[in-house]
């Protein structure tokens, strides 16, 4: 993968933005060009794909464009938070058009006949549910973020019983009263900071 000119500092980057929104396009084009580090790395995780790294690279390019064009920095969030968010969309809206392409091509495609003379499709034998690459890609994805917020925003006493009650981190799953019975708390305690970490956990992937 070729390498690309290193991030903008905080202020060279606010100053670009600004340019940019006046309709200065060395100042958009320099943005563009010192994000690309950004559109290589979210790529990484798409490798697994049949599809050339380039290409992957020019998809991604386009998500990053359409998040400097929109940018709004009153917003409160960084320009990478928000364009890993566009150029991840992009990657993932080229991988479902190509799932659903697939799909028209190869289910429907003639692979023999029956006894009796009729046509059969792959569509017509297959028995179990594909592996849906594109879930699979974002549910990793959102499993890694709720792992990293467990750490930042649940207390200790709220983490240790997210962990127990769904058997994270290889734990053993176990109900509301094993672990009130661990704790030495009542069952009722359990659920009331069961539903808060859980809120918080929530409120925070939202954001």
Known sequence: MKSFPRPLSTKDEAECIELCKKG???????LIEHNLRLVAHIVKKYN?????????ISIGTIGLIKAIDTFDSEKGIRLATYA????????????????RISKEVYLYEPIGSDKEGNEINLLDIIEEAEVDIVENIVLEDDIKKLYGMLGKVLTD???EIIYLRYGLNNKKEVTQREIANKLGIS???VSRIEKKALRKLKDCFEQ
């Not at 200065?24 to 320099?30: C, I, L, M, Q, S």
């Not at 890993?84 to 799932?99: A, T």
């Open 24 to 30: 200065d396009k060395a100042a958009r084009d320099k």
């Open 48 to 56: 697994m794909i049949d599809k050339d790294i380039d290409d992957l």
């Open 84 to 99: 890993s968010r566009c150029i991840d969309n992009e990657l993932l809206m080229m991988l479902r058009s190509n799932k």
């Open 157 to 159: 006493r709220e983490r």
């Open 187 to 189: 069952r009722s305690y």
